[in-house]
């Protein structure tokens, strides 16, 4: 059913696209309501990057949040580089329906037609591939991560025993079926898959300043990324991380851009420049009927979301956290792009779309810190338990640290009486007392409350 309503609404906003963006309004105030929740994440710690929305040929926010080399004290900008990671994967996607275009291969070849001697390659079929649907496993393990390895060492290392399911009957995220499609590409085109990118997809749509990273060689104006750990005092804290290996081959993840050529990229989906109307309703629609989960469609995920149509690609990678999201009954565009790995991303999207749709959302607050006086921290100090989890509060150098679920204790600040607010997490503390005696505190993360009692 799912796959059969998502499919004729693809129909519908594929030949009807104009006629929808022409009539959808955005609402007056989104610019100013957009702009005051971005400000609000970022004053809570929890996205460090850029975002663009806009409707048509309509810029409605392109902003800049955070550093894009905290080191260097370098801002991000409207020009910075980020890695895109598996967004690269609609690029090859559109790569390969291309050449099924031009009668190179089709969808219903054999991965035995490239691979004879790989496992259960003759229950593989090329939009199995494409689709997530191939019942391989998800990812490799590297002997060595800061290894390049040669296409014959990726196909060894992508070995199976036993597929997960029946090629076609589920959908499950697989980085290793793109390592094929990637051979898949160079054989029948005769083309490096960097010369076939840029010459049949980033030069035709104008996108000059996209390319493949190569580890140990950042292009200009990349972003550092950035991931969640400890100091060297133990207690958390954002810390950069490098690219040693991307470990896969290009086509699984190696791409990089801006926001801004991204929008570009978004404006050509179901453009006959690159694939034809019966190739893009192919490439559009689920084709795995599934009830919960991604619905993949051939290098996009084809979903609904407050009541709107959207296609879709995410990325996480080393340091980086994005996706793109297109709605095309709306002509509207997002791009989300961070280098930091905990980005608050699929929030934030949620956000913006109940603000374009006039429905409630929630709007994280970042309180004004206070001082409290050394003597009046100590009372807060303690385990606290839920009922499903506990939590301590420690106090070192005059400051209050929490710990929690096994990651490194973070510090909180007070705000007002009995209430704290957690740095680089959307979590408050209001504490509770009897006769002048914390007992118990009230848990709010991301507005959700948990009561805890004071236990030691």
Known sequence: MMKTMLRNTFILAFFCTSGFGQTFSVPEDFHEKANAYLDAVSRVGIFSGNVLIAHGHDVLLEESVGYASRRLGVPNTSDTRFRLGSI??????????????????????????????????????????????????RDIRFPDKSERYSMEELITLAHVDSLLYTPGSRSTYSNCGYIFLQSILETESGMPYEDYLITHILQPLQLRGMG????????????????????????????????????????????????????????HIGDAQLLSAATWEQALSPQVEQEYGYQWGFGFNVYESNGLLVYNHNDRTTGFRGGYFYYPEQEITMVVLANN?????????????????????????????IELPAEKKQAY??????????????????????????????????????????????????FERKRDVVTAVEWRYQNRPTQAKKVE
């Not at 291969?105 to 191939?134: E, G, K, M, V, Y």
């Not at 608050?344 to 779309?353: G, L, N, P, Q, W």
């Not at 100090?381 to 973070?410: C, K």
């Open 88 to 137: 690269t994967k609609s690029f090859t996607a559109i790569g390969i329906l291309q050449l099924m275009e031009q009668g190179e291969l089709t969808l219903d070849d054999p991965l035995s037609h490239w691979f004879p001697d790989f496992p259960f390659a003759d229950q593989i079929l090329i939009r199995h591939l494409l689709s997530h649907s191939s019942g391989l496993k």
């Open 381 to 430: 100090v303690g385990t606290y338990d839920t009922g499903e989890f506990t939590f301590s509060i420690t106090e070192r150098n005059g400051q209050l640290y929490l710990a929690s679920h096994g990651d490194p204790p973070s510090r909180i600040h007070a705000y007002a009486e009995d209430a704290f607010f957690c740095e680089y997490f959307d979590l408050k503390l209001a």
């Open 341 to 369: 790995s905990f980005a608050e991303r699929d929030r934030m999207v949620d956000a913006f779309e109940r603000m374009l749709t006039g429905k409630r959302y929630y709007q994280p607050e970042a309180p004004q810190a």
């Open 212 to 267: 493949l990273e190569m580890a140990h060689f950042p292009p200009a104006r990349l972003a550092d990324g950035y991931a969640a750990g400890a100091n060297p005092e133990g207690t958390y804290d954002i810390q950069e991380v490098y690219l040693e290996s991307h470990g896969y081959p290009e086509a699984v993840g190696a791409l990089f851009g801006t926001a801004r050529e991204l929008w570009q990229f978004t404006r």
